[in-house]
């Protein structure tokens, strides 16, 4: 019955995401383990200044501001990040 379906696109596998559609990034309660996941499917296009603002929170040991919103205590505390400010698509 799909025989003649044409498929643009398909996918197999997890996509790393998180109940806000936003990244974890920065400081864990484990000594010297840093988290940088849950982009979901966009990551790739934030990678330049995830990178550099990483790099940043390992060398100096406290995650810059804008990385504040993207803790991963935010999950304890409720306090996630909203859908349109996490997205990084079009809008």
Do not use: C
């Amino acid at each position: 019955m799909l025989g003649e379906v044409k498929i643009l696109r398909q996918w197999a596998g997890m996509a790393d995401m998180t109940p806000d559609f936003s990244p974890i990034m920065g400081l864990t309660p484990v000594e010297n383990y840093y988290i940088d996941s849950g982009w979901g499917t966009w990551g790739f296009k934030a990678t330049p200044v995830s990178g550099k603002r990483m790099a940043e929170t390992v060398a100096t040991g406290e995650p810059p501001e804008l990385l504040q919103p993207f803790r991963l205590d935010r999950f304890y505390d409720f306090d996630q990040v909203g859908e349109k400010g996490a997205a990084s698509v079009g809008h």
